[in-house]
């Protein structure tokens, strides 16, 4: 496996994206989350069914930092990218995923997934995982490195999330959008504020993995807490996006 997919350690934050497609996890570790998080969700009572297709209607996959007429096909099942370049040469590429804000294309993710390769739109692409369509050219309107934030917008139509009406309170539940890891089920560790972030985060035990980044985390309701940005196999933590601020954001672009 290449360089740039080491391991990662506890509540560090994995950029999830990494180059190429060796860094696809094997089948044995997805096989292990999806295990693990069956069993999460079974003892927290969840409809997973239910949840699972709920998020799968409101997510997408974001593919970043290539050409889109480099990527031969995107599978359905791993969303693993297939790259078309000469031998030898090797494409950088990034993919994660965001949450819909909004039914005409506004969608949320953690900022790392669309600046790995910089802030030019041109290399930023949508992709209905669950739905196989086409891909969609993606604008980045706004980005908070240090939250971790982001907003795009694309040429989609979709249902979106409802946002939490409270913060979760310590062991409830939290069921997160893994693109090859259906589902990740884990409860609220902790919620606090994080000054640096200057918003709130909730660390829960939903295992997670590469790839997954900018993915919805939410309630056992299927309504939005925040987005995954830092992960790990034994934890991960969401970030509260401000949802006034997030419209308000979303209004100005819009003019």
Not at 99 to 125: C, I, K, P
Not at 173 to 197: I, N, T
Not at 205 to 213: C, E, I, Q, V, W
Request: contains cysteine.
């Amino acid at each position: 496996m290449e360089g740039s997919c080491r391991s990662v350690s506890h509540w560090v934050v994995a950029c999830l994206l990494v180059s190429g497609v060796a860094c696809v996890s094997p089948p044995e570790a997805t096989k292990a989350i999806k295990q693990e998080s069956l069993r999460r969700a079974s003892e927290a009572g969840l409809d997973v069914a239910k949840l699972q297709g709920f998020v799968n209607d409101r997510s997408v996959v974001i593919v970043s930092g290539v050409d889109i007429a480099a990527v031969k096909r995107v599978s359905a099942e791993t969303v693993a990218i297939q790259l078309d370049a000469e031998e030898g040469e090797r494409l950088e590429i990034s993919f994660g995923l965001a949450a819909a804000l909004t039914e005409d294309g506004y969608l949320l993710t953690a900022a790392h997934v669309v600046q790995e390769h910089g802030t030019n739109s041109d290399s930023v692409w949508l992709v209905r995982n669950a739905l196989k369509e086409p891909f969609s050219r993606a604008r980045i309107v706004w980005t908070d490195p240090v939250a971790d934030l982001a907003i795009v917008k694309g040429n989609l139509q979709m249902s979106k999330f409802e946002t939490a009406r409270r913060l979760p309170l310590a062991g409830e539940v939290v069921f997160s959008h893994g693109k090859d890891a259906w589902p990740s089920a884990g409860r609220v560790s902790r919620v606090l504020f994080d000054k640096r972030r200057k918003t709130y985060v909730i660390e829960h035990t939903g295992p997670l993995k590469r790839g997954d980044s900018g993915g919805a985390a939410v309630n056992a309701d299927g309504e939005l807490l925040g987005v995954n940005t830092e992960i790990s196999f034994s934890g991960s933590t969401a970030v509260v996006a401000p949802i006034g601020a997030m419209r308000a954001i979303i209004a100005r672009d819009r003019r």
